[in-house]
C-alpha cells in the first residue's frame, strides 16, 4: 500500500476572521458532513468543549454520557483531547484508552500503541503489536502508548519560574512537584525510553512512512524555531526587579503546572487587581526567557518556540494518517482564544473548525458553531450512531 501523503491542501489561505453570530450551526451540517466523507479525525479542547468553565479548574468532571459517547467515538474514529492542561492531568480527567493526548498546548503529547478501531487497514496489527510490546517489554500490548515533548529542556526552567510565581503570591508549594509515573493511574503503560522497533513495524517515524522505523519515540520531526521575543517598554522593565521580590497577597489566584507550560488563572480574583497579575506574568516570562499567551481569565507561560495547539494538530494529523495508510477530515472543536490556532489550520487546510461559543461577537477563524458542551455532545453523538456498529450512550 502506498504511504498517505501529508495532509496538507496546498497553500494555506489567508487569515479570515468572523463573528461568531455569522456562523451557521454545526448540528445544521452534520448529515452534510457525513454525505462528504466517512473518515473523520476528531480533535477536541475540554475545558469549555466537553465540560462547562468552571472557578475552579479541578471541578471540571466529564459527565457520564459525554464519556460515555466519547469512548464510543474513539471507538470508531481516530480521536485526540488537545488540552492547556498537563497530560497527566488529562488522561486522569478523561480516562479513555485508545485516544490521542496532546497536554500543554501539544507540547506533551501521548500517543497509543493500541488499534482502536475496527480493522480498516491500519498498519499496526495485531501481531506487529505484540512484537513491539515484547520490545517495550510491556505487560498489555493494548495499553502502551508512545510519548513525545517539545522544549523538553525547558521543565527545568518552568518548574522555577512556578516556585518563583507560588512565592511572590504567597501560595504554598504542592507537596510534591507534578508526578511522572511510569506507570499510568488507570494500570495503562507508558513507554518513556527509546527502543528498537521490529523490522515488522512500518511507519513509526512519519518523516518516512513508507520504510519500517528504528526509533519509536523519535523528536518531533518539525523541530519549532525559537519566536520572536516581546518588546518590552522601558517602563516596564524598569518595575521588573519590584514586582519579581515584592510580595502580592491576591485572593482568588491559581498557579497550575502542567509540566511544559504554567497556568496563572484569575477567574476568582478581584478584577481590579488582573493589571497587576499580568505584570507579574510579565516579569517572570522577562526573567525566565518565556512565552506569555492568555486564554479565558489565565495567563500562560510556555516554552519559547514557535509551537501552538494548531501545530499540534498537523503533527496529530500527520500521525494518525500515516499509521493508518489513510486520509482524514480533521473536525477541531474548540472553545478558546489558543484553540484559534488549531481552527485555522483545519479551515485551511480542508477540514471543519467548529467555535464553542454564545458570544455572537467573537471573532474567529472557525467555520460552524456550537453553543455550549451539551451541543458538542450533540454533534459528537450523531458521529457515533452515524457509523456502523455505533452504540449510541443515549439509546443504550
Not at 510565581?165 to 499510568?184: H, K, M, N, T, V
Not at 456550537?370 to 455532545?377: K, T
Request: charged share 30%; with cysteine.
Amino acid at each position: 500500500m502506498e504511504p498517505t501523503r501529508s495532509f496538507d491542501r496546498g497553500r494555506p489561505s489567508p487569515r479570515i476572521s468572523r463573528r461568531a453570530e455569522s456562523l451557521p450551526s454545526a448540528l445544521d451540517h452534520m448529515d452534510s458532513l457525513l454525505k462528504r466523507a466517512d473518515t473523520f479525525a476528531f480533535l477536541l479542547d475540554y475545558d469549555g468543549t466537553l465540560t462547562a468553565i468552571v472557578e475552579d479548574p479541578n471541578g471540571a468532571v466529564l459527565g457520564e454520557r459525554v464519556r460515555g459517547i466519547l469512548q464510543e467515538l474513539a471507538r470508531l474514529y481516530p480521536v485526540a483531547i488537545v488540552t492547556g492542561r498537563s497530560r497527566e492531568k488529562i488522561i486522569q480527567l478523561v480516562g479513555i484508552k485508545g485516544v490521542y493526548y496532546a497536554g500543554s498546548h501539544g507540547f506533551d503529547i501521548e500517543v497509543p500503541l493500541r488499534k482502536s478501531r475496527p480493522s480498516n487497514g491500519s498498519s499496526l496489527e495485531n501481531g506487529e503489536i505484540s512484537a513491539l510490546a515484547d520490545a517495550m517489554q510491556t505487560k498489555d500490548p493494548e495499553d502502551a502508548y508512545f510519548r513525545y515533548h517539545i522544549a523538553e529542556e525547558v521543565i527545568p526552567v518552568l518548574r522555577e519560574a512556578a516556585r518563583h510565581l507560588r512565592s511572590i503570591f504567597g501560595l504554598e508549594e504542592p507537596a510534591s512537584d507534578l508526578p511522572e509515573p511510569e506507570r499510568r493511574v488507570d494500570g495503562q503503560e507508558t513507554v518513556t525510553a527509546n527502543v528498537q522497533a521490529p523490522k515488522q513495524m512500518a511507519c513509526s517515524n512519519i518523516d518516512d512512512c513508507g520504510a519500517p522505523g528504528s526509533m519509536l519515540l523519535p523528536p518531533l520531526p518539525i523541530q519549532p524555531e525559537p519566536s520572536s521575543p516581546p518588546v518590552f517598554d522601558p517602563s516596564f522593565l524598569s518595575q521588573v526587579d519590584r514586582l519579581l521580590t515584592e510580595r502580592y497577597a491576591v485572593r482568588g489566584i491559581g498557579i497550575e503546572d502542567n509540566l511544559l507550560s504554567i497556568s496563572i488563572h484569575y477567574r476568582r480574583c478581584d478584577p481590579a487587581h488582573v493589571p497587576t497579575i499580568e505584570k507579574i506574568v510579565d516579569s517572570i516570562a522577562y526573567k525566565y526567557g518565556l512565552r506569555k499567551t492568555r486564554g479565558k481569565c489565565v495567563f500562560e507561560l510556555r516554552p519559547a518556540v514557535k509551537w501552538d495547539k494548531g501545530r499540534a494538530a498537523k503533527w496529530l494529523l500527520e500521525m494518525i494518517q500515516c499509521r493508518e495508510k489513510r486520509e482524514y477530515v480533521p473536525v477541531y472543536v474548540g472553545d478558546d482564544v489558543t484553540d484559534e490556532d488549531a481552527l485555522r489550520f483545519v479551515t485551511n487546510f480542508g477540514g471543519v473548525g467548529i467555535i464553542v461559543t454564545e458570544d455572537d461577537s467573537r471573532e474567529t477563524a472557525a467555520t460552524w458553531r456550537l453553543r455550549d458542551p451539551d451541543e458538542v455532545a450533540e454533534f459528537l453523538e450523531h458521529f457515533v450512531r452515524a457509523r456502523p456498529g455505533g452504540v449510541s450512550p443515549s439509546s443504550s
